[in-house]
T-cell receptor, first 111, second 109 residues
Framework: KAGVTQTPRYLIKTRGQQVTLSCSPI?????VSWYQQTPGQGLQFLFE???????NKGNFPGRFSGRQFSNSRSEMNVSTLELGDSALYLC??????????FGSGTRLTVV | GQNIDQPTEMTATEGAIVQINCTYQ??????LFWYQQHAGEAPTFLSY????GLEEKGRFSSFLSRSKGYSYLLLKELQMKDSASYLC??????????FGKGTTLSVSS
């Protein structure tokens, strides 16, 4: 079966711009969670969506937001980009049974 | 901030055994995951522990002590391809996964 698909794989944006990242979960998975990975901080939890509702949220500013559609695909948006937002953004999908499968990520570079 | 602690780096030789330790906060704890991540790739699932004890899966084993907030990943018969980052993550109430910063394992011949 197809894995978790994240698009785009690479992205370069300028400070102050906004960006939208997409995640398509494994078919049948209703939970999607998002993480930011940087060399200094490791993987940090952003938020989790289940059946179109945000179920949990990490400690990130309001510039980071997300949503989930009825087909379980999820998007995350970062507004007013800062240099420190440069990172690998990973999403993981789950049936809700503790089995989290990660996508290959979107590498965002803010210049 | 992070409430999961694991060593930053470890080195070992081919054929050896290595143990990567991880401590976590016990409040709201549901279960403990280990993931392997090669540079530039997605994390891949290695193990999940929810009960105390040792879970063995081929060359990899994972141990959990809920009362001590402690886990370890044991890698036997190390191979060069085991050189990667190993991520300890706890599933806690109110979040999906909380990760440690990862342990970079270098296996040399």
């Amino acid at each position: 079966k197809a894995g978790v698909t994240q698009t785009p794989r690479y992205l370069i944006k300028t400070r102050g711009q906004q960006v939208t990242l997409s995640c398509s979960p494994i078919s049948g998975h209703r939970s999607v969670s998002w993480y930011q990975q940087t060399p200094g901080q490791g993987l940090q939890f952003l938020f989790e969506y289940f059946s179109e509702t945000q179920r949990n949220k990490g400690n990130f500013p309001g510039r980071f937001s997300g949503r989930q559609f009825s087909n379980s695909r999820s998007e995350m948006n970062v507004s007013t980009l800062e240099l420190g937002d440069s990172a690998l953004y990973l999403c993981a999908s789950s049936l809700g049974d503790h089995g989290y499968t990660f996508g290959s990520g979107t590498r965002l570079t803010v210049v | 901030g992070q409430n999961i602690d694991q060593p930053t780096e470890m080195t070992a030789t081919e054929g050896a055994i290595v143990q990567i330790n991880c401590t976590y906060q016990t409040s709201g704890f549901n279960g403990l995951f280990w993931y392997q991540q090669h540079a530039g790739e997605a994390p891949t699932f290695l193990s999940y522990n929810v009960l105390d004890g040792l879970e063995e899966k081929g060359r990899f084993s994972s141990f959990l002590s809920r009362s001590k907030g402690y886990s370890y990943l044991l890698l036997k018969e190390l191979q060069m391809k085991d050189s990667a980052s190993y991520l300890c993550a706890s599933e806690q109430a109110g979040t999906a996964l909380i990760f440690g910063k990862g342990t970079t394992l270098s296996v040399s011949s």
